[in-house]
């Protein structure tokens, strides 16, 4: 086991992500803590002295970039205000690169995490962390065995998975099922809740739900239920006021995974369906 090189904060409120990126931290050999919310970080900050925080930018409670200009006001304590923070975001426009360098983060990654720009990222901002040889060889055939052993790529693409570094080189090579086991308990959940909101008008709620759900499926590989939520979320964003097809086409989608990678649907409720 490596030593670990940086004490990196994951903050991050959806539970897929965050352990995927805690995983791949872990492996690259730095001690982790994760926390759910800006609220959270911010006492975890003052508390502990981080080498780094790797922060989402879209939270429920408090956003990642409220987060970071709390911190640098001072309300994390004395390191809060110059600890560099790696922005985590599902959106690649320059705008919010922009909008994240200009509350004081340091870096701008995009989801779903790209193993090596997050690794670039801990090199240009702490310490260099190591990386074996041997897991950039192994992701790329991994990867490409994945690709060749499963169907359609458009409703599952087996290969991101298989390219985490730790499933790529056989140190924990059942972890791409510990995600999806994550990512199944919770898909239910989101979906009743952009069902919900659709059937209460409520487009804040869907916009938000429909966010998470993109990030969370484009972490697992599950790319046509991410396309679906990014399609949603980019209609709200434009101001498409009807959005009374998302409910069963979310479905459509689950149900199409569900048969793909043989996994039984969770019961939804009617206004799920």
């Known amino acids: 086991m490596q030593q670990?090189?940086?004490?990196?904060?994951?903050v991050e409120d959806e539970v897929v992500n965050r352990d995927?990126?805690?995983?791949?931290?872990?492996?690259?050999?730095?001690?982790?803590?994760?926390?759910?919310?800006?609220?959270?970080?911010?006492?975890?900050?003052?508390?502990?002295?981080?080498?780094?925080?790797?922060?989402?930018?879209r939270m429920h409670d408090m956003d990642g970039l409220e987060t970071t200009r709390r911190l640098r006001a001072g309300?994390?304590?004395?390191?809060?205000?110059?600890?560099?923070i790696i922005a985590l975001t599902a959106q690649a426009f320059a705008a919010d690169r922009?909008?994240?360098?200009s509350v004081g983060m340091n870096d701008f990654l995009t989801k779903p995490v790209d193993i090596d720009h997050l690794a670039l990222a801990l090199t240009r901002w702490g310490r260099r962390p190591r990386q074996g040889a041997?897991?950039?060889?192994?992701?790329?055939?991994?990867?490409?065995?994945?690709?060749?052993?499963?169907?359609?790529?458009?409703?599952?693409?087996?290969?991101?998975?298989?390219a985490l570094p730790m499933v790529a080189d056989g140190s924990q090579p059942h972890y791409g099922e510990v995600v999806l086991d994550l990512y199944f308990?919770?898909?239910?959940d989101l979906l009743k809740t952009i069902a919900v909101a659709v059937a209460g008008g409520d487009d804040q709620t869907v916009q938000r739900t429909a966010h998470s759900l993109k990030s969370s499926s484009a972490a697992v590989g599950a790319?046509?239920?991410?396309?679906?939520?990014?399609?949603?979320?980019?209609?709200?964003?434009?101001?498409?006021?009807d959005m009374s097809h998302l409910p069963s086409r979310f479905d459509m989608e689950y149900e199409r995974l569900c048969t793909m990678l043989g996994r039984s649907q969770a019961h939804l409720p009617e206004s799920a369906v």
């Not at 458009?154 to 290969?159: E, I, L, M, Q, Y």
């Not at 308990?185 to 239910?188: A, D, F, G, M, R």
């Open 223 to 241: 790319m046509a239920m991410a396309a679906c939520a990014a399609e949603a979320e980019s209609q709200l964003r434009k101001g498409y006021p």
């Open 20 to 57: 995927v990126v805690c995983q791949i931290l872990q492996y690259f050999g730095h001690e982790v803590d994760a926390v759910d919310s800006g609220l959270a970080a911010l006492r975890a900050i003052r508390a502990v002295p981080y080498d780094v925080v790797v922060m989402d930018c």
């Open 134 to 162: 041997h897991a950039a060889r192994g992701r790329e055939a991994v990867a490409a065995d994945a690709r060749a052993r499963h169907g359609d790529a458009a409703v599952f693409d087996a290969s991101v998975l298989a």
């Open 98 to 101: 922009d909008a994240c360098l």
């Open 75 to 84: 309300e994390g304590g004395p390191d809060g205000v110059h600890i560099p």
């Open 4 to 10: 670990a090189q940086l004490h990196v904060l994951v």
């Open 185 to 188: 308990k919770s898909l239910p």
